[in-house]
């Protein structure tokens, strides 16, 4: 199946520091989302991104799906930023389910 | 914003015990999933459903594992006899096209 690799697996900031995060995917993709989950452990949705740019407020994503990644940017990180965040695909070849990476756990520090 | 919701959010049971984990997936959705994270481990796949069948399931979806879509709005997992190594979140998932939409998950403790 396919295989998601993000990186770096752990990341600490400083309060008002700019951050990249890292998906690497081995095959074409349908669909490619990026999570964050809290600390209550709810998954949040913060991206559908399958290729191009997006952005919301302080996070942008872009993936490049012939290059076969994604990156998330946070920039001007807050404490409420902590937490993981997870890539996940759901392979262009078969089924529709969604494969997760291991995530990035980020702490922000005050 | 439509959401997918999930009941209970904590449920704790007995080892051997049958439980069924209850989604309301969003109302004109097509596609319906569970996933499931053990504490510190990354989420992973169990089982789709699609046009009242289960399309594919993952290897830890056993035959003590079971879903259902009782009627036009709940779908639900059961497990039928619980082992120490169910206990996870469970998260129930669906989409109609593209964006995978995720309940807040239910956390469920095997003693």
């Known amino acids: 199946g396919i295989q998601v690799e993000q990186s770096p697996p752990d990341l600490i900031l400083q309060e008002g520091a700019n951050s990249t995060l890292r998906c690497n995917f081995s095959?074409?993709?349908?669909?490619l989302q990026w999570f964050h989950q809290n600390p209550w452990g709810q998954l949040i949705n913060l991206f559908y991104?399958?290729?191009g740019t997006k952005q919301n407020g302080r996070l942008s994503a872009t993936t490049v799906a012939t290059e076969r990644y994604s990156l998330l940017y946070i920039s001007s990180s807050q404490t409420t930023d902590s937490g993981v965040y997870f890539c996940?695909?759901?392979?262009?070849?078969?089924?529709?389910?969604?494969?997760f990476g291991e995530g990035t756990q980020l702490t922000v520090n005050p | 914003e439509p959401e997918v919701t999930q009941t209970p959010s904590h449920q704790v049971t007995q080892m051997g015990q049958e439980v069924i984990l209850r989604c309301v997936p969003i109302?004109?959705?097509?596609?319906f999933y569970w996933y499931r994270q053990i504490l510190g481990q990354k989420v992973e796949f169990l089982v789709s459903f699609y046009n009242n069948e289960i399309s594919e399931k993952s290897e830890i979806f056993d035959d003590q594992f079971s879903v259902e879509r009782p009627d036009g709005s709940n779908f639900t997992l059961k497990i039928r006899s619980t082992k120490l190594e169910d206990s996870a979140m469970y998260f129930c998932?669906?989409?109609?096209?593209?964006?995978?939409?995720f309940g807040q998950g239910t956390r469920l403790t095997v003693v």
């Open positions: 109302s004109n959705h097509l596609y």
């Open positions: 998932a669906s989409k109609k096209e593209g964006f995978a939409f």
């Open positions: 095959d074409s993709v349908n669909n």
């Open positions: 996940a695909v759901e392979p262009g070849t078969s089924g529709s389910r969604l494969t």
């Open positions: 991104i399958p290729s």
